[in-house]
């Protein structure tokens, strides 16, 4: 992968977002580092020159579509977009989530991904060569939903039908899109949520699940980004080896 290869990262001043970026940097890439704080952004890039960060809230549609003109002025085109910027949202059944919360998380996970999404496809459509390939963040919630996470696995499983629709509108310009679904990677979000001291699980109970180290998840996304214009993957799950996932229900 030459230096050429143009990447957009959301989300890319923390977790996976960020371990995403250095991997895309150290293999060659050039990447945009988007998302709302400068400062983190600035850390991921750490002084790379093929690093660019342009500070941007993906819920802000003119935000979005200033984020992919800087990129085109820049470098010219966008090669792949890693969808990844989202929220955990509230802790929450059905029954008693808060409407703000609910609709925040629907935003940042859904919406914004779209606008993304949206504004990616356009570059990519414009571009010559034409063509692209758009990476979405799933999380296995777009599979198996989490005690309590009404809002969060909503907005994944949304992520799923997403993922697919952009595969299919994408065909007629050369645009593939794939999702990758990341299950306790080592990550501030995990912490938050007590994987590493006791997760609650379906039955009630609490326990301290496995996680395994971001920059493995990033080497999959990585994997992802530098197959050919002719390959794609279209889902990938990867988890801590024994996770309660299959059998979390």
């Known amino acids: 992968m030459t230096s050429a290869c143009v990447a957009v990262v959301t989300g890319a001043g923390s977790g996976i977002g960020r371990a995403v970026a250095v991997a895309m ?3 060659g890439f050039r990447v945009a580092l988007a998302g709302r704080r400068a400062d983190a952004l600035q850390q991921t890039a750490d002084g790379h020159p093929d690093a660019l960060v342009v500070p941007t809230d993906i819920t802000v549609p003119a935000e979005v579509d200033a984020l ?4 085109v002025a820049e470098w010219g085109r966008v090669d792949v977009l890693f969808n990844n910027a989202g929220i955990f949202g509230p802790v929450a059944s059905a029954a008693d989530v808060d409407p703000v919360e609910w609709q925040r998380t629907i935003d940042v996970n859904v919406t914004g991904a779209l606008l993304c999404a949206g504004a990616a496809m356009r570059a990519m459509i414009a571009q010559r060569p034409s063509g692209g390939r758009i990476i979405n963040n799933g999380s296995i ?3 198996v939903p989490r005690p309590l996470s009404v809002a969060y696995a909503v907005s994944k499983h949304a992520i799923t039908g997403l993922t697919r629709s ?5 065909r007629a310009h050369g645009i593939s899109c794939g999702q990758i679904d990341i299950g306790n990677a080592a990550t501030r979000i995990m912490s938050e949520i007590g994987v590493g001291s006791g997760a609650l699980q379906a039955d009630g109970s609490r326990l301290v699940e496995p996680t395994f180290d971001v920059a493995d998840a990033a080497r999959a996304v990585l994997f992802m980004a530098q197959l050919p214009p002719e390959a794609n993957i279209s889902s990938l799950t990867v988890t801590a080896a ?8």
């Open 25 to 27: 940097l150290e293999a």
């Open 68 to 71: 992919f003109d800087r990129v």
């Open 141 to 143: 919630s777009a599979q």
């Open 166 to 170: 952009i595969d299919l509108d994408g």
């Open 242 to 249: 024994g996770m309660p996932f299959g059998g979390r229900g």
